[in-house]
T-cell receptor
Framework: EPEVTQTPSHQVTQMGQEVILRCVPISNHLYFYWYRQILGQKVEFLVSFYNNEISEKSEIFDDQFSVERPDGSNFTLKIRSTKLEDSAMYFC??????????FGSGTRLTVV | GQNIDQPTEMTATEGAIVQINCTYQTSGFNGLFWYQQHAGEAPTFLSYNVLDGLEEKGRFSSFLSRSKGYSYLLLKELQMKDSASYLCAVVHGSSNTGKLIFGQGTTLQVKP
């Protein structure tokens, strides 16, 4: 069964550093998403991406965050100047119209 | 505003049946998902309802009433491996590829 692949599985970074989280969506999917889940809390929407541009973003997704599809397969989330409160699981998801969302296994980001 | 409510915790016995309820108030409803999430892992798809009624899939069934803003997930013949969090998520927006808004999740503990 096709999978959404995320790397790394775990990233530890110092406060103030930049991190890039990587995702390879399912190849025939056209819609891509980033969600995050702070430990013990609910899954929160960050941003959706379609046709090489952001289609929607949440209030969490401020200037600290950016997304990019640098080539035909990767989809990245960059977090600039990380803060302690950015520590969370970050999930990438992709969707084919009307067929549901498939989530990657997540990247656990720990900011120290 | 957007609000999704589910019970925080439930306990059931192996072999029994359990029903997890979800109520929602959102605009632009385009379907409701149920996901299973084990600790530290990604949400995995269980069911999708967009029309009123019951969808059955093996040991799992999901029901939707759009007029009442209500859904439930029914798990039959419970197994120990069903111990997990169950997430109710509403598709928000004008299409079925909009963002997912998640509830807090219901942690189900299955006891022998």
């Amino acid at each position: 069964e096709p999978e959404v692949t995320q790397t790394p599985s775990h990233q530890v970074t110092q406060m103030g550093q930049e991190v890039i989280l990587r995702c390879v969506p399912i190849s025939n999917h056209l819609y891509f998403y980033w969600y995050r889940q702070i430990l013990g809390q609910k899954v929160e929407f960050l941003v959706s991406f379609y046709n090489n541009e952001i289609s929607e973003k949440s209030e969490i997704f401020d200037d600290q965050f950016s997304v990019e599809r640098p080539d035909g397969s990767n989809f990245t989330l960059k977090i600039r100047s990380t803060k302690l409160e950015d520590s969370a699981m970050y999930f990438c998801a992709s969707s084919e119209t009307g067929r549901g969302y498939t989530f990657g296994s997540g990247t656990r980001l720990t900011v120290v | 505003g957007q609000n999704i409510d589910q019970p925080t915790e439930m306990t059931a016995t192996e072999g029994a049946i359990v029903q997890i309820n979800c109520t929602y108030q959102t605009s632009g409803f385009n379907g409701l998902f149920w996901y299973q999430q084990h600790a530290g892992e990604a949400p995995t798809f269980l069911s999708y309802n967009v029309l009123d009624g019951l969808e059955e899939k093996g040991r799992f069934s999901s029901f939707l009433s759009r007029s009442k803003g209500y859904s439930y997930l029914l798990l039959k013949e419970l197994q120990m491996k069903d111990s997990a969090s169950y997430l109710c998520a509403v598709v928000h927006g004008s299409s079925n590829t909009g963002k997912l808004i998640f509830g807090q999740g219901t942690t189900l503990q299955v006891k022998p």
